[in-house]
């Protein structure tokens, strides 16, 4: 859950929530659609990241981000699949810096994170935000998560 926060965190720098919402889903989707359970740092890490700037085409600097999030997915994969959990550890990253890992680390923090997600998770995924009328891809919240995803749990992804 927590590598799944990270990168949609990354891919929301400079993009609509709700366009970053539906980046992650499609992730989530092609990571599955590959014989993953979900989205992992072992799948992303093996992408290439021109195909993975295709899935994320609707973010705004998807090249960037592509290649950021491959690199990222590799760290955490060569972390033994352990998402960072301090400030230092989030700005590590490629593509995370002081404003993102502060924001990282309160949305990663368990009881911060349920209540983050129980509010703003609909709002962010779903109805159209941003850029765009009718006809426009809404992803619901509860297709960002599987079931038994429970972000209080110390699972590193």
């Known amino acids: 859950r927590r ?3 990270l990168v949609g965190v990354i891919l929301s720098s400079q993009t609509v929530s709700g ?3 539906r980046a992650v889903a499609a992730l989530r989707a092609a990571a599955r659609a590959a014989g993953e359970p979900d989205l992992t ?3 992303l890490a093996r992408a290439d990241a021109d195909a993975v700037s295709d899935i994320i085409s609707m ?3 998807r090249n960037t981000k592509a290649k950021a ?3 990222v997915a590799a ?3 060569r972390a033994r699949n352990r998402v960072a959990t301090t400030v230092q550890g989030y700005t590590a990253y490629r593509g995370v810096g002081k404003e993102l890992s502060a924001l990282l680390k309160l949305v990663n923090e368990p009881a911060t994170a349920r209540e983050w997600c129980d509010k703003e998770a609909a709002a962010l995924c779903g109805g159209s935000r941003g850029g765009g009328g009718g006809g426009e891809t809404v992803v619901d919240a509860a297709s960002l998560t599987t079931p038994g995803d429970d972000v209080t749990t110390d699972d590193p992804r």
């Open 3 to 5: 590598f799944v926060v």
């Open 19 to 21: 366009v970053a919402c």
């Open 41 to 43: 740092p072992s799948w």
């Open 59 to 61: 973010c705004n600097y």
């Open 69 to 71: 999030i491959v690199q």
């Open 75 to 77: 760290d955490v994969k």
